[in-house]
């Protein structure tokens, strides 16, 4: 990957493109299945781009109750587009097509309209969680329902795909547009495309402008993503096979309980809010693992970390677990 970027063909991409960031934006609207994709730094300014573009201030978008849209992107639905975020609760780990329906405000002068539906797929908040994509189209239809786009946060749809069995654009379909990251499971340094039409992509290359988006030797970092989409993408299994090592030696510990992961992120509920002193054990034993809430810890597979490693890992996030918990 460091040759790639080191030996990449650039230009300057503010004036007149960037041809390794050109190549990668049309390898990944071919893979999506869309007419169109554009780079962006990261995942969130690609979703608060889209936002942007979808919606109209004064409005709402839905979202699962736990999305990352909703949490982890500093309210920039609000503070960038004037959009306000209505949680979908669902009755599951994540929220439904029945679940998106039931939070849909009946019109009322004293209600703000709706003007996005969005879906995360992995969940990260949830463990990771892959929605099918029969469970997408249902929740496509209720969106045409009610005449809203649907927008697809897939910073980790390599992972979701590739749990399913199923072609990137098989679950990019089921959306208007489309987030995919290369800084997660794929490994890259950093990056993000953003995929729809070509008049949704033109739209939001302007708004990529505003929000400070321009790069000029893009194909620098471009070439890192490219690098990652042709030769990370097929070993992403290996994660989630990691994943399922660590359920196995981490369920029960102290009275732990692993929520089952579908993919590679793994969410260990505690007895008790001691989340934090777990933290402490595992790296004082030699692991990075996160507090994900006072009695919730996380541990996420991935590329750097082979299956000897995740499993001497689990070993030592067992002993960080009785320690703490007894």
Not at 47 to 75: F, K, S
Not at 277 to 282: I, Y
Not at 285 to 302: D, E, F, K, N, Y
């Amino acid at each position: 990957m460091r040759a790639a970027m080191a030996t990449a063909d650039v230009g300057d991409d503010v004036l007149d493109g960037d041809p390794t960031t050109g190549a990668l934006e049309a390898l990944v609207a071919k893979t999506l299945g869309k007419e169109r994709a554009l780079f962006f730094p990261s995942g969130s300014m690609a979703n608060q781009a889209a936002i942007w573009v979808h919606t109209r201030p004064g409005t709402e978008l839905l979202c699962d109750a736990e999305a990352h849209i909703y949490h982890w992107e500093i309210a920039g639905a609000a503070a960038l587009c004037g959009v306000q975020c209505r949680p979908v609760k669902g009755q599951g780990l994540v929220y439904r097509a029945d679940d998106l329906r039931a939070h849909i405000r009946t019109p009322s002068i004293h209600a703000p309209e709706p003007s996005l539906v969005c879906m995360e797929n992995t969940h990260n908040g949830a463990g990771g969680v892959v929605t099918s994509v029969e469970e997408m189209q249902a929740i496509q239809v209720v969106a045409g329902e009610h005449g809203l786009p649907v927008h697809l946060d897939g910073a980790r749809l390599w992972n979701a795909a590739t749990a399913l069995q199923r072609p990137l654009s098989d679950l990019a379909s089921c959306a208007d547009s489309v987030m995919v990251s290369f800084s997660k499971g794929l490994g890259a340094p950093l990056g993000a495309c953003l995929a729809g039409s070509a008049e949704f992509i033109t739209r939001a290359h302007r708004v990529r402008k505003r929000f400070g988006g321009g790069m000029r030797q893009s194909g620098v970092v471009a070439a890192a993503a490219m690098y990652a989409l042709q030769h990370n993408y097929g070993r992403l299994a290996e994660d989630h096979a990691s994943a399922r090592h660590l359920e196995l030696v981490l369920d029960g510990a102290g009275g732990a309980k692993v929520v089952s992961p579908d993919t590679n992120i793994v969410m260990i509920d505690l007895p008790k809010p001691v989340a934090t002193d777990v933290v402490a054990k595992a790296l004082e034993l030699g692991v990075r693992i996160s507090a994900w809430h006072p009695s919730r810890v996380r541990a996420v597979t991935h590329l750097d970390a082979p299956a000897g490693v995740v499993a001497e890992a689990a070993a030592r996030i067992r002993q960080a677990l009785e320690a703490v918990l007894a």
